[in-house]
């Protein structure tokens, strides 16, 4: 099975440093062998034998190799090296070996990949130098197992042990099938397109990735807690994996530390880069060489991942910009509209390009089909501060052609499905769908494969318009020119003036395009319909036809559309321009220090079956990429290394530069060719190709074949492979000019956007055709790559190759030979081994020494620095061997111990310690260098300076040093090592220095507390004392009022009398004072009453007398006075009033004059002036009124409320910050005396009741986080209280609450509801429900308080959106099919009866099917909650999409399971499905069985080949499937394949598009369903495969037209096909062809029946059919009326399976219209004398002739208005021609002819043309249908054209070896068909009876034939049509050459009949007898034909 290889006599002579192995082909080492079997290419093998032998002098190794049994499971236990096939069974470990050394079926275990491959064994002979070198080209040394934990091996492929095509390819194979799409190569970054979504661009990936980033080499983990130390990773830990990521980290870091370079680092540095800049020798790069300007290339073939990728890396950098944002201070808030930043504005630019430029091809369903390079900059902080888009050759071809497969650009597909009502009416669409526009219907494919909605593609892309700052007027202006370049694919031309001129015609497609875009109908149809000619004389003006009309309106919309994209790529760049870079650091030049980083996604390399100049500029771009990638990674790699005098090994690479001279070299490159005959004014296509084959010819990398200048074709050899390109139109392309005539139309429209694009379109210049106004596409398109390929010089490229697994797009399915071709031509193989061997890193000396001085440092006394740079290499490289030496020991270590514990304990675990002690260790290599690594630092030191660098990774060149990645990594390690360790030193004296003031600050208010309580002590004394003194003051007071009053009673009654009077008189003093006081009040006045002073004096003079010895009493009045009071209530009243009117300054200035007043409360409310100025933002206010008053601010109004409650409620930030700062405490009050039942609370609880803004709740929170924790009088937390405003939550605040308090998210509220039920119920934004279940995922599966619904219920229940609600099943799954408690719904019913999306119902259908969807070929049924019953059954039909969707996926037992499915009360939903649900049903039927059968009885059963015919119902079937609908052949619709130009019969339509039900709302589809009906087709079952392939062979071999010959709609298999069933019970085939609507048989009959005339142009439509069959070789040989149909306005020819080539042999089996030579008579003597005569059907070699013959009888029937005599019987039942019947076909002759002729009158070119297609003589017969067709009798006149030529059957012919010669043939068998027909003719004359008037009937026995012979006179036409109606007046002799018998039709008896009996022969008359009577006619003979045999016997 592997033969044996060839010897590699390769002898080159190794590298001096290269250290052979002479171990490589010992026994038992695994190799990969080449093989052609197997799909991957290679195959495991072992060496099982190797013996070295000499050959003419030459030591070779001649190598045994077998198949490894390991194969089949790679990784699990191997066989060991000494294992040989005739050993004995027990040294064999192979669990793939049983005891008898049989292979064991565990072979195709594992994963599979190498199943399919049988035992072998070869024995190869090689060079033994190249098997020690490795550089054998089919085998090559594969590697032993690893214990690596890493897939694959490595991470990076040139970590490789053995690096080669199968080794690359084996572990990028693992990899890919574990899911790790991503494998460095080097500087390379390989991405294997996954076609699935992958769990790899998550938050926590992106900061791991950072995390590293930033801390150089060492374990990440993105959770590690504050403050937790991480340990380096030269001691535990591991590189985090290749990713996009990592390569977007990459750039950006060296973005960042070329930006230190600049700002000029440490002052060391600094001095060193002047030093070395000032002795640097000559040649030595500056140390700005390496750039600080980064680019990423993605690059790879279509569907490779390109567009993803560039996503995935500008997200990581939007990260990184935050992050940066974050560190500077400068984050800005998200929730803020009017500041968006930059970042999200890149992200947003990509849906508005990929609406515009991407669409979907037939290897991608988002192809870009432009290319962009973003400019991303960064300032010095690393803050993205802005981007500009390059984009370059929009392929705007696609706007006028598709294949099949692909669709034009996404924006008009996604417009038109996300159309609103308004959009159409504005914009003129009405009921228009994407069918009827013919830019987007072309390929019938109008969906995306990738399930993508365009819907939700348009509203991303609105969006994103909205955050770039295009404006509404200008989103809908770019929406009209989008639709008005739709309409304009619609508009169509007439031609006039004999198609020299043609008119635009008006309709509603032209009338829309006019409007849209903003110009008069008129001017319109000028610019499309004429051309303006610039010359030299003046300008004329030219007409157009109708095809340069097209192209002139395909002109327009290229410009219209391309003008439209550079645009909105220009107010892209507009909107993400750079920001100022004012503040930006920068240089002593004063140049900005901002840096960028270009990420490059530009197209693929294409090749496609016709390519053309797009493919030509794209294939140009990727020459002129991998051209750079070669000069990076190849070119300019070896000679730095050479330049810098490091060990370096010389690898070739690939150049392509002679490609790219092909393409663009000055005067002899194609585009320079091509731009010349653009210049010139006769260029023309037809010249550029001339003058391309005539200068590019010589070209090694041109081709063009004499195959390929016929049609204008030559091929270029790319680096991908050899690429055809098709010349057509390219002058025209390369121009892309827009004529004059619509450039002006342009400019003279009244649309303003139309203005802002002039500038962006290529008009035609003043030269006309033979100038170039601008640049041509070609050059401009060199120019733009030039430009980028110096942009990306100047940068540090990062490279990012997509592959492809492949070309079906599916998952994890992984094509070898695909990858391996990728690898190949993108150079990623060559990289490797340049990578692996080559330093990817370097440093100037300087730089490197500004870097990492720090790291000479290390193990010294920390105060010498070394600043020598050799001294530090050496150190470096010191440490660099020992952090690897001491890995490596630990890994050793960690090797052995888990040996030990593998092996086990015992004796055979001594046994294993001891191998394992006395087993020499095998030295270790350095791959890269081919040096052995020292183990000991003695063997390290004795190494010289050269051979140390390289140990360690790293090379000290001229002015660079060099560094592998691995090196790179490593001190990148230590120098974070060095500086944390430094930065904890600084840490350490900043700690203590904080803690040392803060300890000196705790003691000094340690002081003042104690004197503060010392004080308190003192002064709770003095307060003791002084109650004390008061207790002892009241007891005296009380004992002297007892006293008192004790000395009161005593009195005499005259003194008591006295003392009352004097106390009744001070009362009413008193009263009397308070009585003035309230008429003062009423009646102010300025003094005090007169009586007043009298009234005073009375009284002292009473107090006189009563206490003479007491002192006189002076009243004093204290307080205000009436006027006072009285005015400071007026005051108070008017200050309210203006508070309320917001009269501020009134306010303030009445409170500034009367300063009591901000002490009053309001009449009602009880608030102070505080109160009122707390419901508003007013700072100046507000701290005024509360300085009148501070004591407000701590006072309740009637409700309890304090200001800060009062604000909260109105949502004043302003007065809250100032309340807290002043009052704190009043954030922790609550509220007095709520109202109603709001709960009040603190003013936290106020704040969300009213949702307030998060400003207003984050104050209140910062104040005191544990504010959060409370709850209101109800019980209700904050947060409850938020979530109750329902939509206007904002998901930021309850973040806020959560964060301070996330327990909140499990606490219940009043209703005992948790905040997720809260949040559904009252409708809340996705991201608040999102944020709710973050914090409690459990939350999903909790049921409401109150009314017990589940979470997802409550969606449903409230129309939440859908993200929401896919969340909520995620965490809650068994939730969805759980019946809610108190309504007894399923969710899905909720969810329905709400009207949700039809996504949700599709997943909640998911989850609860009847059936599982998995297993396809059986069908059972599962537990299920009948949710599939209620969607069919009870939806109206609002979901029949999901139903469709759900049947699509199934097979047909799943379908008819579905079917058949009882709902609880045992119904089917065949029987309750709603209409449109039902016909799903029926879709699904017609998907699986296309037809459905009219009549279970078949119209036709063929026994012998088992073939049965049925007429069946044919519905329009969904769109093409693979595996359901398949059409095997139908002929090439470009192609009219019409036999002539004259054929002016219509074309036939093509197949019908099954109408979108999508686009109708649910009557029409309701109405469309009940009036489906089906099409009549015919169904042939056969279960025969030879019988399809005929039918199919025919038609595709011949390549007949379907014009001429029924389609076939498909072919397919009927297995359990329900509707066939009663067929046939076998498997079988079902071809669907399309059924005719009258045959020409049922026409003549018609035709007959109503007396009318047959149509001619039948007649001609027949001809046709029958013309086309006979040139395309082929001769019908069952030609008939039968088998000939109307289609529409068309005749097609049914039944071509039996058709036979021209010359073969015809089967006498098939076809009843057999011509006279086909028919064989003869006659045999019986015993008794009779005569028997035979006629049979023989072979002949098919002639052209013989269709003509069958035309013939059928243009008889049509002219002459009945049958030909002998098919007369025919028309009553089809079947075979009896031998009487068959007997008159072979005795046809002259005389017969001339009897049939007789029944045409008046009508002589039909007489005519029936002599040539009846004529008895094939040579005399007409011998073309071209003939026919050019007979007068038709009037089309001599056809034009000439026939093609096929060799008719000639006796040698080889075609027919089986045939005779036809004239030959043709004499001699006329010659015995005359001796027959004479000796029939003679027997009928003499059984003629003498008397002519009595007709004599001769009977028979029931076995024979009784033959009549009739003399009668003249019957009528419709009795006898045969018979001539001339009388004749008197008697005539009739010759009897002239009046001749019939000839007697002979009918072979059956197989079962018996022979029959002998008649004896009778005398043939010569003469016969006038007849005497008077006023006769002639008589003639007439044969009748009775029973199913018949012979000549005699008269009974």
Known sequence: RYPPLAPNKTTATPNKTTVTNSSKMERGQPVWLRSTVSRWGWVPALVQAREEVVIKGIPYLKVTLHDDPRSASMGQQQLPSDVNRQNSSSGCLSPFYDQN???????????????????????????????????????????QDSTHQIVGGVDDLIGL??????????????????????????????????????????????????????????????????????????????????????????????MMRGIEMKLGGATPAKREMAKNRRTSVKGASDDNDTPTNQSILVSGESGAGKTVTTKIVLNYFAMLSKVADAKAGLLVNDDDDDNVRVEQQVLDSNPILEAFG??????????????KYIDIRFSSTGKLTGASIDTYLLEKVRLIHQTEGERNFHVFYQFLESATEDDRDEYFLGDMELEDFALVNQSGTYDRRDMVSDVDMHVEMMDAMSIMGFYSDMIRDIMRLVVAVLYAGNMTFTETNRGETCILDENEASLAVASLLGVSYEKLAASLTSRVLFLKEGNITKELNAKQAYKASEALIKSIYGANFDYIVKVINQSIRTETTSSNPRDRRGKDLSACIGVLDIFGFETFEINTFEQLCINYTNETLQQHFNKHVFKLEQQEYEREGILWKFISFPDNQDVLDLIDMKRVGILAVLDEQCIVEWGSDDKFVQQLYMRCGPHDRFEATPQQKPYRKFSVDHYAGLVEYSTEEWVEKNKDQLPAASVELLMSSTFGYVGKLQSFVRGEGAGGRGSVATKSVGAKFSEQLKDLRKLINSTAPHYIRCLKPNDELLPDEFDPKQIVEQLRYSGVLEAVRVSRAGYPTRYPHGQFMSRYYMLGDLGQDGTKRNKDMLQLVKFIAKHVWEADAKRSQAREVLARSQMIEKKGSGTYLRKSLKEVVVKKKKKRMNAQSNIEIPETEEEFEKLDFGTRCAVAGLQLGRTKVFLRREAFDRIESLRVTILGKSARVIQAKMRSRVVRIRYLRLRKATIKCQAMIRYFLANLEVIRARKKARVEKWASATIQLAYRRYKFRNLGADRKQGMIDAAVTIQAFARGTLARLHLEDIWPSDGVKLGVKREVEAVVAAAAIIAPLQEPVVIVRTGPTVAEISEMLSNAKKLFKLLREEKWDAAIALMEEHEKLAEQTEEGTGMLPLHIVAEHNLHTVFEKTHKFYPKG?????????????????????????????????????????PTGRSGGGIPLHVACRINASGAVIVALLSNNFNSSKKSDANGDLPIHLLLRSGTQVSGAVVQALLDTYPTAATRADMYGDLPLSVALKHECKPEVVKTLLMHNPDAAKVQNGRDGHSPLFLAFQHRADDKTILGLMNHAPDLIVAMDKRTGMLPIEMATRQRHSKTIIYECLKRDMPIDLKEKAEAKLVPHQYSWNHLVSDAKDLYHDVVEKVLQQCSQPQVLALAHVENKRGEIPLATATPLCKHEFRIMFRLFHTLEIVDQTPAFEDKESGTQIFYAL???????????????YQDDKSKNNLVEVWDDSPVADDEEVAPDLSAMDVNDKLEFVQNEKGVTVIAKLTSRSDIVDAELSKRSDHELSRHYVPSIISVHHTMQHAAYSEAMAEPSYCITMEAADITAENLLLDTRRSGGTFPMEALKGIAMSLLHIHEHGLVHSDFGSHNTAKFGDRWKTLGVRGSVDIGQMTDPKRGFFHPPEAVSLETRNVSLGDKNVGASVIPIASDVTYDIWAYGVIFYEAVAGLPLSPYRSLHKAKRALTTAELFKVGQWDDRSLRKALRHIDNNDNARDLVKKLLDPNP????????????????????????????????????????????????????KHRHEIIAEAEAEAMVNTPKKTDIPVVIEMEKEDIALAVVEEPVPSPALEPETSAAPIAAPVEVKPEVIKPEPPVVTAPPPQAQPPAPAAPSPVPTTRAPSPVTNTTTKKSKFGMMGKSMKFGKKK
């Open 101 to 143: 050394m049989h292979r064991s079926n565990e072979i195709s275990g594992g994963d599979g990949y190498y199943a399919d491959i049988e035992p072998f064994e070869i024995v190869v002979t090689i060079d033994i130098e190249s098997a020690e070198r490795d550089e054998l080209e089919d085998i090559k040394i594969r590697d």
């Open 1514 to 1528: 044919r519905f329009t079937p969904p769109k093409e499937k693979p595996g359901y609908f398949t059409s095997l």
């Open 1193 to 1233: 601010e701590d006072t309740f109004d009637y409700e309890g409320r304090l200001p800060i409650h009062v604000a909260a409620e109105h949502d004043a930030l302003v007065p809250i910050k100032s309340l807290l700062a002043k009052h704190p405490e009043g954030a922790d009050t609550m509220m007095l005396r």
């Open 358 to 371: 991407n669409a979907r091809t037939i290897r991608n369903d988002n192809s870009s089909r432009f290319g």
């Open 1819 to 1870: 040579n005399a017969r007409a011998q073309s249908m071209r003939d026919i067709l050019g007979h007068p009798f038709f009037g089309i006149g001599k056809l034009a054209g000439k026939a093609p030529v096929f060799d008719r059957p000639t006796l040698g012919s080889p075609s027919a070896a089986n045939t005779v010669d036809i004239n030959a043939y043709t004499d001699e068998h006329l």
């Open 161 to 254: 042990t053995h690096l080669h095509e199968p080794a690359i390819l084996h572990a990028l194979r693992l990899r890919y099938d574990s899911d790790v799409i991503y494998t460095s190569t080097g500087p390379i970054l390989i991405a294997i397109n996954p076609f699935k979504s992958m769990p790899l661009y998550t938050d926590e990936v992106m900061q791991q990735y950072r995390l590293q980033g930033e801390m150089g080499f060492v374990n990440i983990n993105a959770n590690n807690e504050k403050g937790k130390k991480q340990q380096p990773m030269v001691d535990t830990g591991k590189r985090l994996p290749p990713h996009a990521y990592l390569t977007a980290d990459d750039a950006y870091r060296s």
